[in-house]
């Protein structure tokens, strides 16, 4: 029985944010600024009260590791981009981006993000899966819409997968500390 890419894709998508709660669930306030290295990535407070995310525009070597914060920020940044593209609205810039300030803040928005997308997805027609679209990619590589459906499942994976592995080494290093 064919599966039309819609359905493909929005079943991968189900099947990842299901995996993706399993961590998001089990997260604690406190799991958010843990600094598992010396090297990290992470979020800082300004004097503005924004939290801005540590980033460079080459990346370092070696690459910093990111605190959960940083890629509940990362995660948050891309997904609302991507979102942006797919219904036709200008993204903010990432330099206009801030982290939500606390885990459970960023957690409502990753939440609100999810449905958000479903939603999104639920809009385009199958042949609109066809269209051309030009993120995360430049416009000439001649990717669709289906791509960037892919792309956010497969980034989406990536990224709470960071998070789930950062969630079981502070766990086992606070068990260790018992």
Request: one cysteine or more; a negative charge; hydrophobic letters at 50%.
């Amino acid at each position: 029985m064919p599966v039309s890419s819609r359905e493909l894709l929005r079943w991968q998508f189900d099947l990842t944010w299901a995996l993706a709660e399993v961590h998001l669930d089990a997260l604690t306030e406190e799991d958010f600024l843990w600094r598992p290295a010396s090297l990290v990535w992470t979020v800082h407070r300004g004097e503005d009260e924004q939290w801005r995310p540590d980033w460079a525009d080459t990346e370092p070597d070696p690459v910093p590791v990111p605190t959960i914060a940083w890629l509940s920020w990362h995660i948050d940044w891309w997904w609302s981009t991507a979102l942006d593209h797919l219904t036709g609205r200008a993204p903010t810039p990432r330099e206009q981006f801030f982290w939500a300030g606390s885990g459970a803040a960023a957690l409502t928005g990753l939440r609100g993000l999810r449905t958000a997308w479903a939603a999104a997805l639920d809009e385009v027609a199958d042949a609109g899966f066809e269209a051309p679209s030009a993120y995360p990619w430049p416009v000439e590589a001649g990717l669709t819409v289906a791509h960037l459906a892919g792309w956010v499942n497969a980034e989406l994976m990536k990224n709470t997968a960071e998070i789930g592995q950062l969630r079981m080494l502070r766990a086992a290093s606070l068990a260790c500390q018992s």
